[in-house]
């Protein structure tokens, strides 16, 4: 028996949902300048400074 092959009746398309691609794109802009600034200084308290003051005995 011969294999039958079967042709697309159209083109391949991205499995991501258009409206779903830049989410994340939308929620930094909702982040804004001050949730910005609010998970900069954290992380620099949390990684940087804290480690620093816990190593210098304070």
């Not at 092959?5 to 929620?27: D, F, G, M, Q, T």
């Not at 990684?47 to 304070?58: E, H, N, R, T, V």
Request: glycine share 6%; hydrophobic share 50%.
């Amino acid at each position: 028996m011969k294999p039958v092959e079967r042709v697309l009746e159209k083109p391949l398309e991205c499995p991501v949902p258009h409206n779903k691609r830049y989410k994340w794109w939308a929620w930094l802009k909702q982040l804004g300048f001050w949730g910005f600034m609010f998970f900069l200084i954290k992380g620099v308290v949390l990684y940087i400074l804290l480690p620093y003051l816990i190593a210098k005995g304070f």
